[in-house]
C-alpha cells in the first residue's frame, strides 16, 4: 500500500558560501557521547496544497537561504586520526556542502492511512523519513541535515534527520520555522543572524581525543516493537497534575505537567511491564541546559546543549507509591541538573573518554526497563506554515533499539500533550490503548 516512489534526490546549498569565513566548530562532551546515536527524525503531516503552488521548486529555494543563516547544517563532520595517541578527534567543517533533499510520492496514501483509529501508526511510516540507520558518525560521508518531501493523495508529509551532535531540538525546530517563514514570506530580511553557542566549559582542551576503541560501531540492536500516539488532553493533564501535587503534599515543591504526564506514563507502563517487585526501572528524560548555566545562555543559540536527567525505581516502589511519588523522582532528578553538574560531568569525561552505547547491555529484558523520553511541548511544531496551511499532525521516527521511546510534542488543541511511543512487544498491552485517558 505505502509504495513509495523516489521522484528525485539533490543537494541543496546555501544562496551563498563565503569562504573566507569559513568556520570550524569544536565538539563539547555533549556532543561527542552522541556519536554512535541515531539521527533523530520528525515529520509534519500537511493537507495538500493546490497544484499551482509548485512546492518542490519554493521548498528547495527556500532551504538554501534558510542554510545561509543555519550554516553548520549545511557543514560535515571531519574526522582526524591521531596515531601518536590512538585516538581521533572530530569537528565540524561549516564548508557549505549542503542538505539532502529527497522528493519522494505516495499516491496512493491517504491522510487517514498516516491518522489511523486509535492513534496507532502504521508500520508503513519509515519509508516516509530519510534518514534511516544513520548515526551522528555518519555525519563524516552523509549530510548533517536530510529532508524529505513526500506527495501523499491528499496530503503532504515533511519529514528530516539531523546530526545530533550538530544541533538539539530546540536549535532544530527554531531552523524549521525560519525555514518555514522564509518559505511563506519569500524573504528573510526579518530574520535574526544566527548565534552559536560559545566553548564556554572552561579547563577542556578542544579538540578532545577519544580512544579508537571507543569509536568501534556497536551491533545494531532491533527490539519488536509497537506505536502508538498518546493524546493527553488539558483537562487530562490538569486531573494528573492535580493528583500527583496532591499525594506529595508538598508546598515547597510543584510537579509540572509534563512530570505528572511521564510519571503516569512509566507507571502505567510498569503495571504492565511482568517486571519483578526489586527489578529496577529507569527513566531517562532530556532536559535544556540554556537557562540553567551560569551566566545563561541565550535561548536562541544554535548547538546542543541539552543533559539527561535519570530517574531510577524498583517495580515495588512504583506499584506501591503511586503517581505522585514517581513524579517526585523525576521532578528531583531534572532540578539536579545545574551550572555545577552539566560542568563537573563534561570535566570529568574528557579524563576518561567512553562513549554510551545506543543500546542497553543486557538484552531485551533489560531495555523493557528503560524509558527514554526526547522532544518537548515546549516547541511549537505546529506553528510552521511553508505557504498552504499549518500541520495537522505531527510524527516521530524514534530508530534507537533502546527500551521504550517518548517523543513528547504538543497537541494540536491548546494546553493538550501527545507522545509518540515506541513500546516493545515484550511488554506491550492492549490495557496501554486507553492510556492516556484513563486518568
Given at each position: 500500500?505505502?509504495?513509495?516512489i523516489?521522484?528525485?534526490?539533490?543537494?541543496?546549498?546555501p544562496?551563498?558560501?563565503?569562504q573566507?569565513?569559513?568556520?570550524?566548530?569544536?565538539?563539547?562532551p555533549?556532543?561527542?557521547?552522541?556519536?554512535?546515536?541515531a539521527?533523530?527524525?520528525?515529520?509534519?503531516?500537511?493537507?495538500?496544497?493546490?497544484?499551482?503552488?509548485?512546492?518542490?521548486?519554493k521548498?528547495?529555494?527556500?532551504?538554501?537561504?534558510?542554510?545561509?543563516?543555519?550554516?553548520?547544517?549545511?557543514?560535515?563532520?571531519?574526522?582526524?586520526?591521531?596515531?601518536?595517541?590512538?585516538?581521533v578527534?572530530?569537528?565540524?567543517?561549516?564548508?557549505?556542502?549542503?542538505?539532502?533533499?529527497?522528493?519522494?510520492?505516495?499516491?496512493?496514501?491517504?491522510?487517514n492511512?498516516?491518522?489511523?483509529?486509535?492513534?496507532?501508526?502504521?508500520?508503513?511510516?519509515?519509508?516516509?523519513?530519510?534518514?534511516?540507520?544513520?548515526?551522528?558518525s555518519?555525519?563524516?560521508s552523509?549530510?548533517?541535515?536530510?529532508?524529505?518531501?513526500?506527495?501523499?493523495?491528499?496530503?503532504v508529509?515533511i519529514?528530516?534527520?539531523?546530526?545530533?551532535?550538530?544541533?538539539?531540538?530546540?536549535?532544530?525546530?527554531?531552523?524549521?520555522?525560519t525555514?518555514?517563514?522564509?518559505?511563506?514570506?519569500?524573504?528573510?530580511?526579518?530574520?535574526?543572524?544566527?548565534?552559536?553557542?560559545?566553548?564556554?566549559?572552561?579547563?577542556?582542551?578542544?579538540?578532545?581525543?577519544?580512544?579508537?576503541?571507543?569509536?568501534?560501531?556497536?551491533?545494531?540492536?532491533?527490539?519488536?516493537s509497537?506505536?502508538?500516539?498518546?493524546?493527553?488532553?488539558?483537562?487530562?493533564?490538569?486531573?494528573?497534575?492535580?493528583?500527583?501535587?496532591?499525594?506529595?503534599?508538598?508546598?515547597?515543591?510543584?510537579?509540572?505537567?509534563?512530570?505528572?504526564?511521564?510519571?503516569?506514563?512509566?507507571?502505567?507502563i510498569?503495571?504492565?511491564?511482568?517486571?519483578?517487585r526489586?527489578?529496577?526501572?529507569?527513566?531517562?528524560?532530556?532536559?535544556?541546559?540554556?537557562?540553567r548555566?551560569?551566566?545563561?545562555?541565550?535561548?536562541?543559540?544554535?548547538?546542543?546543549?541539552?543533559?539527561?536527567?535519570?530517574?531510577?525505581?524498583?517495580?515495588?516502589?512504583?506499584?506501591?507509591?503511586?503517581?505522585?511519588?514517581?513524579?517526585?523522582?523525576?521532578?528531583?532528578?531534572?532540578r539536579?541538573?545545574t551550572?555545577?553538574?552539566?560542568?563537573?560531568?563534561?570535566?570529568?569525561?574528557?579524563r576518561?573518554?567512553?562513549?554510551?552505547?545506543?543500546?542497553?547491555?543486557?538484552g531485551?529484558?533489560?531495555?523493557?526497563?528503560?524509558?527514554?523520553?526526547?522532544?518537548?511541548?515546549?516547541?511549537?511544531?505546529?506553528?510552521?506554515?511553508?505557504?498552504?496551511?499549518?500541520?495537522?499532525?505531527?510524527?516521530?521516527?524514534?530508530?534507537?533499539?533502546?527500551?521504550?521511546?517518548?517523543?513528547?510534542?504538543?497537541?494540536?488543541?491548546?494546553?493538550?500533550?501527545?507522545?509518540?511511543?515506541?513500546?516493545?512487544?515484550?511488554?506491550?498491552?492492549?490495557?496501554?490503548?486507553?492510556?492516556?485517558?484513563?486518568?
Open positions: 500500500m505505502a509504495d513509495v523516489l521522484a528525485s534526490s539533490t543537494i541543496v546549498r544562496e551563498n558560501i563565503n573566507s569565513c569559513r568556520t570550524k566548530i569544536h565538539l563539547t555533549y556532543d561527542l557521547k552522541l556519536l554512535n546515536f539521527y533523530p527524525q520528525r515529520g509534519l503531516l500537511f493537507s495538500k496544497p493546490d497544484q499551482e503552488t509548485h512546492i518542490i521548486p521548498l528547495k529555494a527556500s532551504l538554501s537561504t534558510a542554510l545561509e543563516i543555519y550554516f553548520p547544517l549545511a557543514g560535515r563532520l571531519i574526522k582526524i586520526d591521531r596515531p601518536e595517541d590512538n585516538t578527534s572530530y569537528y565540524v567543517d561549516c564548508d557549505g556542502s549542503g542538505a539532502k533533499f529527497i522528493h519522494a510520492k505516495a499516491e496512493l496514501v491517504s491522510i492511512d498516516f491518522l489511523q483509529p486509535h492513534d496507532s501508526v502504521p508500520n508503513f511510516t519509515r519509508c516516509f523519513f530519510p534518514a534511516n540507520d544513520l548515526k551522528s555518519d555525519g563524516i552523509e549530510s548533517l541535515l536530510l529532508l524529505q518531501v513526500t506527495e501523499l493523495k491528499d496530503g508529509f519529514s528530516f534527520g539531523y546530526n545530533h551532535m550538530v544541533a538539539d531540538g530546540s536549535s532544530f525546530w527554531n531552523f524549521i520555522h525555514w518555514s517563514t522564509i518559505c511563506l514570506n519569500g524573504s528573510s530580511s526579518h530574520i535574526q543572524p544566527l548565534v552559536l553557542k560559545e566553548l564556554f566549559l572552561e579547563g577542556i582542551d578542544y579538540p578532545i581525543h577519544i580512544p579508537v576503541p571507543e569509536t568501534k560501531i556497536p551491533q545494531k540492536c532491533e527490539i519488536p509497537k506505536e502508538r500516539v498518546f493524546h493527553f488532553t488539558k483537562k487530562n493533564i490538569s486531573d494528573l497534575k492535580a493528583k500527583a501535587n496532591e499525594e506529595i503534599g508538598s508546598s515547597d515543591l510543584k510537579i509540572s505537567s509534563l512530570q505528572a504526564v511521564l510519571a503516569h506514563l512509566w507507571l502505567s510498569i503495571k504492565q511491564s511482568r517486571l519483578n526489586e527489578e529496577e526501572s529507569h527513566i531517562i528524560v532530556a532536559a535544556d541546559m540554556r537557562r548555566l551560569n551566566p545563561p545562555l541565550d535561548m536562541a543559540c544554535f548547538g546542543n546543549v541539552t543533559h539527561q536527567a535519570m530517574a531510577t525505581a524498583t517495580a515495588g516502589e512504583m506499584l506501591d507509591q503511586g503517581l505522585g511519588w514517581a513524579a517526585l523522582q523525576i521532578n528531583e532528578q531534572v539536579s541538573l551550572n555545577e553538574s552539566y560542568k563537573t560531568f563534561a570535566e570529568t569525561w574528557v576518561n573518554v567512553k562513549l554510551p552505547l545506543p543500546k542497553i547491555s543486557g531485551p529484558r533489560k531495555a523493557d526497563t528503560y524509558l527514554v523520553v526526547t522532544s518537548s511541548p515546549w516547541f511549537e511544531v505546529y506553528d510552521n506554515d511553508f505557504g498552504w496551511g499549518k500541520p495537522i499532525a505531527v510524527r516521530a521516527e524514534p530508530n534507537n533499539g533502546f527500551g521504550v521511546s517518548l517523543v513528547v510534542f504538543r497537541g494540536v488543541e491548546e494546553g493538550s500533550i501527545d507522545v509518540h511511543a515506541t513500546i516493545p512487544l515484550s511488554i506491550w498491552s492492549d490495557v496501554l490503548v486507553n492510556l492516556s485517558t484513563d486518568v
